[in-house]
């Protein structure tokens, strides 16, 4: 196909069926919103439930940090292996089931993990719970990407990861929370109670899918032109390095605030995860910024910020351990968010498959680098830590670097943001 003829095809393919999709200021863009702001709440207040308790956990069951964290890992790693058959699941039975089931089920292995009777059995609950959330999270990227008009659509998703933040800082506060008046065991099914609540009005208020299933596609070849491949593996690597680094932070740092010089309690530590708040308000202001700025320049500044709230956590200074949190918890989401828009402009034609990439690589960085950044925790204490994540933080840079560079070349605009309402058209 010759130039004229790419340029047609995206051309039709940025217009086609988009005027059936949710606009801003419509109710059923406000009805989605709100739907996938509960489905974060409750999902990814489940998939970090173990995070707040951790020292307890290797208390209770006599294991080490690292193992501890393995409650945390084992959830995310699953999740991140489950993600493409999600997919699959929620182009065969709908997405909007999908996720519905998702959530009942996670909330029933979340109960179960309340009363595990052992190490081995927690963390096997875990990973089933890891395995029925990818339904929910390996399903929601696609659907907002699918329901939404290309004119919300970076609003839409920031509202999405606002909502996963929220769920984080609010799941992780009632563990901490609930947790420091009895055991770690009512923390969670404290959790699991509120997660059932969220999942009922969330099944209540999910609208319709405006998209109906597509059927069968044509398959889209690796050597699609219309890809620029280098651009769109470069950028699937940001969510990588950079969910790894985070977490391995978070997963860490309760070991560190809860013995000398700080010996915070639970119900502290707890307090602790309202630095997600920044998050929240993070990541629905970098979908916005993205639109008015671009992509690029706002996913840069964000990595930056990340690593400059890292750098602030170094001294044994309670003050600015939490002001660092705060920094690197708003720049972590507000890259998040960008990337998570970006990813299916990049893609074009395969947008689909590149949401479910992304999702994949985003819990496979937390699966891999929240044990891998355990040895530097055993070796070397928080600086170890910090230096393991900076120097994830440097090559989520060099891939935004790759991204822009690759895309100038290819002679396609590194911000096109006419290519956010493609389909997959496999």
Do not use: K
């Amino acid at each position: 196909m010759g130039a004229a003829g790419r340029r047609c095809a995206v051309a039709v393919s940025a217009t086609t069926g988009v005027e059936g999709l949710h606009r801003p200021g419509t109710p059923g863009f406000a009805r989605l919103n709100g739907a996938m702001v509960l489905a974060g709440l409750a999902a990814f207040g489940m998939l970090y439930a173990a995070q707040p308790v951790l020292p307890q956990l290797g208390a209770e069951f006599d294991v080490g940090a690292g193992a501890a964290s393995l409650t945390v890992s084992a959830t995310t790693g699953a999740l991140a292996l489950a993600v493409l058959p999600a997919a699959w699941v929620g182009r065969r039975w709908g997405r909007g089931p999908t996720m519905r089931w998702g959530l009942v089920a996670s909330v029933v292995l979340t109960a179960l993990v309340a009363v595990a009777p052992g190490f081995a059995g927690l963390v096997v609950l875990r990973v089933l719970t890891g395995l029925a959330l990818a339904l929910v999270v390996g399903v929601a990227m696609g659907h907002v990407g699918s329901e939404v008009h290309p004119a919300g659509l970076g609003s839409a998703m920031g509202l999405y990861v606002a909502g996963n933040s929220l769920g984080g800082v609010l799941g992780r506060l009632v563990t901490a929370g609930v947790s420091d008046l009895g055991s770690w065991r009512w923390g969670v099914g404290a959790l699991a109670l509120g997660a059932a609540l969220a999942t009922a009005a969330f099944w209540r208020l999910l609208p319709d899918s405006v998209e109906p299933d597509p059927g069968p596609r044509t398959a889209t070849t690796g050597t699609d032109p219309r890809v620029p491949w280098l651009a769109l593996v470069a950028l699937l690597s940001v969510p990588f390095w950079l969910m790894g680094g985070f977490v391995a932070v978070y997963n860490y740092l309760g070991f560190r605030l809860s013995g000398p010089p700080f010996d915070l309690p639970p119900a502290l530590l707890g307090l602790v995860f309202l630095a997600y708040l920044a998050g929240t308000v993070a990541s629905a202001a970098a979908g916005r910024a993205a639109d008015v700025w671009g992509r690029p320049r706002v996913m840069v500044l964000a990595v930056l910020v990340m690593g400059a709230g890292l750098a602030l956590t170094v001294p044994d200074r309670l003050v600015l351990v939490i002001l660092g949190l705060v920094v690197l918890t708003g720049g972590f989401f507000a890259a998040h968010a960008v990337a998570s828009g970006w990813a299916p402009v990049v893609a074009g034609p395969v947008a689909v498959r590149a949401s479910a990439a992304y999702v994949m690589a985003y819990y496979a960085g937390s699966s891999v680098f929240g044990l891998w950044v355990g040895v530097a925790w055993a070796g070397a204490g928080w600086d170890g830590v910090a230096a393991a994540v900076g120097l994830l933080v440097v090559l989520a840079l060099v891939a935004v670097a790759v991204v822009t560079t690759a895309r100038g070349r290819s002679g396609r605009p590194v911000d096109a943001s006419r290519h956010a309402g493609e389909r997959d058209v496999r």
